[in-house]
């Protein structure tokens, strides 16, 4: 079926992204809570580790609600661009907390291997307590994904990815919990150990992908782009192609190489179908910009 809805405006998917944030940082908030409590109460490492990670979740998410606020100011004179890229610092700022509180939880984990003790107390309702929090994560983590794709939000995508590492880290506090019931006290600590290397993961990810967008790594294949302009009748090339942003919401230009005998107006009519067809064949390109140049003069090359 053909998905006939009308293309949210920038102020509407703000406004948008706002609600899903301002959802999961509740239901994030309720997460670290509950593993709180009961990691205080049961003395387990692994939970109260987890329960920090849950809490860094819904500081991401108040970081995020500030960024949205900047990035949502509409295009002036200084920023003819937008503000947009707001949302790329925050999802830098999401990383780096990441890893700052991944240093501090290996440092509680390694200490706590080399000096452990009793295992803590492992009684059901702890099972229950991880277990509720396991379905609330995999559904924050599916929620965020679908909408940060359906809103082409790359701090929402940041913040997904982060939370599905939820699912992975609390299936292994789960286990943990287990094999402490059995009577093996280090391996509380070891599994601490092993959410803080999720936890590093998830960082470096979540950096690597948006700072490669504030140095204008290539965003879209230049092929895709010269694939997609030549199906336009009288394109002769296109040649310097380059592109920036994210694969949600990039911007494109191009020199398109014409007939030189063509009229100005007939030149700038062919212009506007490459960019139509473009946008149209390329999920995620916002905006093209066309250089258009007689063939003759230039010979084609990316």
């Known amino acids: ?77 200084k920023h003819p661009y937008g503000h947009a890229k707001y949302e790329i610092i925050a999802a830098l700022a999401i990383g780096a907390l990441i890893a700052v509180g991944a240093v501090r939880f290996a440092w509680t984990a390694i200490d706590a291997l080399l000096n452990h003790g009793e295992g803590p107390k492992t009684p059901a ?49 789960l286990v943990a919990l287990v094999v402490a019931r059995l009577g093996v006290g280090w391996a509380d600590p070891l599994v601490a150990l092993v959410v803080v290397v999720v936890i590093g993961g998830t960082a470096l990810r979540i950096l690597s992908a948006n700072l490669g967008v504030l140095v204008d790594r290539r965003a879209v294949d230049p092929e895709r782009v010269v694939e997609a302009g030549r199906s336009v009748a009288g394109v002769r090339g296109i040649h310097r192609v380059r592109s920036r942003g994210t694969e949600q919401l990039a911007h494109v230009d191009l020199h398109l190489q014409l007939d030189g005998t063509l009229s100005l107006r007939e030149a700038h009519g062919v212009a506007h179908k490459v960019e139509a067809a473009i946008v149209a064949a390329i999920e995620g390109v916002e905006d093209v910009t066309i250089h258009v140049e007689p063939h003759d003069d230039v010979p084609e090359a990316l």
């Open 125 to 173: 309702v702890g099972f229950a307590v991880i277990g509720a929090t396991l379905v609330v994560n995999i559904f924050v983590s599916a929620y965020e994904a679908r909408k940060g794709k359906e809103l082409r939000s790359p701090l929402l995508t940041a913040d997904a990815t982060h939370t599905a590492s939820d699912v992975l880290v609390t299936g292994a506090v």
């Open 1 to 77: 079926m053909d998905d006939t809805r009308t293309p949210l405006t920038p102020a509407d998917r703000n406004r948008a992204v706002n609600r899903v944030l301002f959802t999961i940082l509740w239901l994030n908030l309720v997460v670290a809570v509950a593993k709180a409590v009961y990691g205080w109460w049961s003395g387990s490492l692994a939970v109260a580790t987890d329960a920090v990670h849950s809490l860094l979740d819904a500081g991401s998410n108040v970081v995020a609600l500030v960024a949205i606020r900047f990035a949502s100011q509409p295009a002036d004179p």
